[in-house]
């Protein structure tokens, strides 16, 4: 059974970092994509960033480009999201997720997802 | 601004049928699969649809996808309380070279 456990949220200034990490277990984690995925409090879900299944390649949504960085530790099976110089509309909970084949989506299994806060 | 557009709400009633519209351009939904997720309240989205019309195993054929051009669009019929949840259609943008998703639609099942 695929499993996707996320963790290091929290709370954070403004102008902060924050590192988040997805244990993933259940699968051969370093032939498959995986993603992050966001949904800021009462809205919609927002792609984040992607990373290839050897990590040569990442993708990042306009809007964290330059502050987030996507990596992934094969020998850990994990996957992680740096971000840095956070604002206030990074608040969300960002969930881990697994791309089915190719890059993007489909997402066929998801984490519990994890609370960003970024407030003074 | 979500670069999909899906409907805010649907409702329909208990057995009833509902489809769900996702409408994208030709660098988005004109080119690349298109996917499906049902998010329960508190829940983490889950995948009902993929690659426009496949249902992964363990969903009931009551979910259906098709897409035309640049639009796609979930069907659910024999509807029941349980389905009561936001429905959220995504692709690959071949231009912005990122993943899209359309800002949502819940569903009411009176």
């Known amino acids: 059974e695929v499993q996707l456990v996320e963790s290091g949220g929290g709370l954070v200034q403004p102008g902060g970092s924050l590192r988040l990490s997805c244990a993933a277990s259940?699968?051969?984690?370093?032939?498959?994509?995986m993603n992050w995925v966001r949904q800021a409090p009462g809205k919609g879900l927002e792609w984040v960033s992607s990373?290839?299944?050897?990590?040569?390649?990442?993708y990042y949504a306009v809007s964290v480009k330059g502050r987030f960085t996507i990596s992934r530790d094969s020998s850990k099976n994990t996957l992680f999201l740096q971000m840095n110089s956070l604002r206030a509309e990074d608040t969300a909970v960002y969930y881990c997720?697994?791309?089915?084949?190719?890059?993007?989506?489909?997402?066929?299994?998801w984490g519990q997802g994890i609370l960003v806060s970024v407030s003074s | 601004q979500s670069v999909l557009t899906q409907p805010p709400s649907v409702s329909a009633a208990t057995g009833q049928k509902v489809t769900i519209s996702c409408s994208g351009s030709?660098?988005?939904?004109?080119?690349?699969?298109v996917s499906w997720y049902q998010q329960l309240p508190g829940t983490a989205p889950k995948l009902l649809i993929y690659?426009?019309?496949e249902r992964p195993s363990g969903i009931p054929d009551r979910f259906s996808g098709s897409k035309s051009g640049t639009s796609a669009t979930l069907g659910i019929t024999g509807l029941q309380t349980g389905d009561e949840a936001d429905y959220y259609c995504?692709?690959?943008?071949?231009?912005?070279?990122?993943?899209?998703f359309g800002g949502g639609t819940k569903l009411t099942v009176l």
């Open positions: 997720a697994k791309s089915r084949v190719f890059t993007g989506p489909p997402f066929d299994s």
């Open positions: 259940g699968f051969t984690f370093n032939t498959y994509v």
């Open positions: 990373i290839s299944e050897s990590g040569d390649r990442t």
């Open positions: 030709s660098s988005n939904i004109g080119v690349n699969h």
């Open positions: 690659d426009n019309d």
């Open positions: 995504a692709t690959w943008d071949s231009r912005l070279s990122g993943g899209v």
